[in-house]
């Protein structure tokens, strides 16, 4: 896993070109961004990981492995000095030991690291540990003990609340639905309390990993992702194309897990949502774990990409009911209103009654630049800017799998 910005996971289409950490421009600047490797000064031969950022954005933590020549997980940094970041280097002990140290968090003032650790002294097969700056240095991480750790094996933490008072973390102990589920506590006064398990509206037979949860805490992204619910179990509705998020894989939630977590954080009092039919009560079951699909299958790929990845086939798709789009008799087929300040615009029939005489060129300017075979701009809401940043490869492979759709 490298080093990368973050314009493939923009794009919507290059969700599976994400394999390591992201480094982020300005949001004005998304648009124009191109995936770029940031280089030996971050990256190595090993993997380089998970990145956890202060408040300032200048100072960076990541998982490392294989730095040193007996091998191992540590943690490593790097600062941003100038524009650039600094080479990057392992943190010393006591952080960085001869076992196991990944998954970093630093807290938003940079005066806590949270790492999962195998260490001596801890509960289970992997803790959650915390080490304090003072003057300047790492102090030894104290475990957190119970209720976060246990017996089992607990990891992917993050925390949310003003002062860090609601912890989310996904533990292997007794008492869940499968694997891995995630798991909640609240701190009262000091004290944290028994760990509760979302239960199975988010944790399934599969494996959950990696909840982050919205400064509000009414949200957590990786269900909000694929199954379509809140942290307090209430469906969230239209226009998140569930439908499609749902054969997301775990790979790529995680990797959208990523790149959130090196958004900075922005206040916002957001209005509640309203809906003008009745919500089903649910999506369907909870999704368990998702694999990639492989490249070397074109059309199987190309499915993936303009499904779930990149939901064309949401947009593209008229709807049967309110809510409900007609995937089983009109996929691809067109004909879905979208309002805007622009007026309206009707999704285009992408199925082979209308691609079959198109070239592959006459496609790809569609989608990448938004203009038409006779020079005429398309309207929005098609995200054009980002849909340039798709790989010839991932391009061509959407491109065949739309020429195998049933003519609509």
């Known amino acids: 896993m490298k080093l990368l910005t973050p314009a493939l996971i923009a ?19 998304r648009a124009q961004v191109q995936a770029v490797n940031m280089g030996a000064a971050l990256n190595a031969a090993g993997r380089d990981s998970e990145p956890t950022f202060g408040t300032d954005r200048r100072t960076m933590y990541f998982n490392c492995a294989d730095r040193r020549p007996e091998g191992g997980n540590d943690i490593c940094t790097s600062t941003l000095v100038d524009g650039q970041w600094s080479a990057a280097e392992i943190v010393p002990a006591p ?58 094996a607990d990891h992917c933490l993050y925390f949310t609340g ?60 990786i269900t909000a992702i694929r199954d379509g619910r809140r942290p307090d179990g209430s469906l969230i509705g ?56 492989p490249r070397d299958d074109r059309v199987a790929y190309g499915a993936y990409l303009a499904g779930p990845a990149g939901h064309c086939m949401e947009c593209h798709t008229p709807f049967a009911k309110p809510g409900m789009r007609d995937f089983e008799n009109k996929l691809g087929a067109g004909g879905a209103e979208f309002h805007g300040p622009w007026g309206t615009s009707v999704s285009a029939d992408i199925t082979p009654t209308a691609l079959a005489d198109r070239s592959y060129a006459d496609i790809k300017a569609r989608i990448t630049t938004g203009t038409r075979a006779d020079g005429a701009r398309m309207a929005p809401p098609m995200a054009y800017p980002f849909y340039a940043n798709i790989t010839e490869e991932d391009l061509q492979a959407i491109v065949a799998y739309l020429r195998t759709l049933p003519a609509k």
């Open 95 to 152: 952080i960085s030991t001869e076992y196991v140290e990944v998954e970093p968090l630093l807290s938003p003032d940079g005066n806590q690291l949270y790492i999962m650790s195998d260490r001596p002294g801890g509960m289970g097969g992997m803790d959650i540990w915390v080490s304090d700056k003072v003057d300047g240095e790492w102090t030894e991480p104290r475990n957190l003990g119970a209720p976060i750790n246990s017996a089992a």
């Open 162 to 221: 003003p002062d860090w008072s609601v912890a989310y973390w996904t533990s292997t102990r007794p008492g869940g639905y499968g694997g891995n589920d995630i798991w909640r506590s609240e701190r009262v006064d000091g004290v944290w309390q028994e760990a509760v398990n979302l239960g199975p509206q988010i944790n399934s037979a599969g494996s959950e990993h990696h909840s982050l949860p919205s400064a509000d805490g009414r949200s957590l992204y």
């Open 238 to 293: 239209p226009p998140m194309p569930f439908s499609q998020y749902r054969g997301m894989s775990d790979s790529d939630v995680k990797a959208i897990v990523a790149y959130l977590r090196t958004v900075k954080p922005v206040r916002n009092v957001v209005a509640k949502s309203k809906y003008e039919f009745p919500l089903p009560p649910a999506y369907g079951p909870p999704v368990g774990s998702v694999p990639n699909v």
């Open 11 to 29: 794009s919507g289409l290059g969700l599976l070109a994400f394999n390591g950490l992201s480094a982020q421009r300005s949001p004005l600047a």
